[in-house]
Every structure is written in structure tokens, then in C-alpha cells.
């Protein structure tokens, strides 16, 4: 007698990943600014200047990483995971309560805390262009451009790229609230790898300036 069919579990689709490109080259242009500077002063400098050098890049590397490079959002169909400059946040659809963007984008849970979306910038200036591209489009007659979301004439999105992510976000969210696998509670982990050469760092560099 063949066994029932057991039943399978929803699919969940591949992460979506949102970051800021702006941030990321603004990053690499810091990195590389930081270690020509640091790197000319380990090699050239003399007395306490090189260990001045060293301490001062323990604290500024991993800064620079934590603002620039490490952000992003990861968003499948059951949970939500931020990774901002200090902490990486896991919050199951089913804890959000709002995603929204005013002046910054953030995240507030059922329970009342409220996270940023460090990734996710909220761009005054591409919300104005975005809405003098909409209506332009609507003057012209353009059906699309009276949908949210929808492409204006010449394909071009009247919505700003931050709240266009805010959106695709809010509505992973909402639909989300029958899936059994998107309940949980809210994980928070600290990043000690961005944290610990920071203050190694910094008490290194207040030594060395003392003793200077």
C-alpha cells in the first residue's frame, strides 16, 4: 500500500539584494585614498609615525567598510535580513508591521522597534525629478504613468529608485502573511568584526598620542 503524499513546502525564491552603488564607489574611492596615505606613512614615516599610521588605518578601514561597502538589504519571500553599518537584523515577514521611506527608509515591527535601512537612501532630488517626470508623462496622455510604478513615455520609471525598493519591499511584506515559514522573532547580531579593529584601533592611537 503506497504511502499518503506528504505535502511540500512553498518554494522560497533566491534573495533579493538591494544596495547603494553610490556608496559602494564612494567606498573603493576611500579605500584606496586611505591606503596610499596610510601606506606612504608605514613605509616613509619615522619614529612612532608608522604605528600612528597602523592604528589610524584599524580604525578607518573598517569604518569606512561598515558605511560604505557592508550595507545591503536581503529580501526572500518569508523574511527580511539588513545588514546596516554595526548590526545584521533578521526579521521575519510576519514581525513587520511597516516598511515606509519619509527621510530615511526604515522598518518598525510589530512589537515597536524600528530599523534602518542604511542600503535604501531616500533621495529628495530623484523624488523631485521623479515627480516632474510623472507629470510631464500625464500631460502627455501616458495611461501607464498614472499607475504606481508604472513607466512613463520612453520607458523610463516615474517613481525615485529608493521608493521603488520601499515598494517591491512592502509588498513582499504583505504577501507574506500566509506563509507559515515567514513567523518567527526578530534575530540581531552585532558585526564585532567591524567593531573590534575600530577600538583596538582607537585605544592604540590614544596611547601612541600620549607618548608622542
Known amino acids: 500500500m503506497d504511502s499518503p503524499e506528504q505535502p511540500t513546502a512553498e518554494p522560497v525564491h533566491a534573495d533579493r539584494v538591494y544596495r547603494s552603488h553610490s556608496g559602494i564607489a564612494t567606498g573603493v574611492l576611500l579605500l584606496a585614498f586611505t591606503g596610499w596615505i596610510g601606506g606612504d606613512a608605514l613605509l616613509r614615516g619615522a619614529g612612532l609615525t608608522p604605528w600612528v599610521a597602523l592604528a589610524g588605518l584599524l580604525v578607518l578601514v573598517p569604518l569606512i567598510v561598515a558605511f560604505t561597502l557592508r550595507p545591503a538589504v536581503f529580501a526572500n519571500d518569508d523574511r527580511l535580513r539588513i545588514r546596516n553599518p554595526f548590526r545584521t537584523i533578521v526579521l521575519p515577514w510576519r514581525t513587520v508591521a511597516e516598511v515606509r521611506a519619509a527621510y530615511s527608509s526604515e522598518v518598525l515591527t510589530e512589537d515597536g522597534a524600528k530599523y534602518q535601512l542604511w542600503a535604501v537612501p531616500v533621495s529628495l532630488r530623484q523624488r523631485k525629478s521623479a515627480a516632474r517626470r510623472r507629470s510631464r508623462a500625464i500631460a502627455a496622455g501616458d495611461p501607464a504613468a498614472t499607475r504606481p510604478g508604472g ?38 547580531r552585532w558585526a564585532y568584526e567591524i567593531a573590534g579593529p575600530v577600538v583596538v584601533g582607537a585605544v592604540a592611537l590614544v596611547v601612541l598620542l600620549a607618548v608622542g
Open 151 to 188: 513607466a512613463a513615455a520612453g520607458g523610463t520609471p516615474p517613481v525615485a529608485s529608493g521608493d521603488r525598493t520601499i515598494a517591491e519591499l512592502r509588498g513582499l511584506s504583505e504577501q507574506a502573511g500566509h506563509r507559515p515559514a515567514a513567523a518567527g522573532e526578530p534575530r540581531v
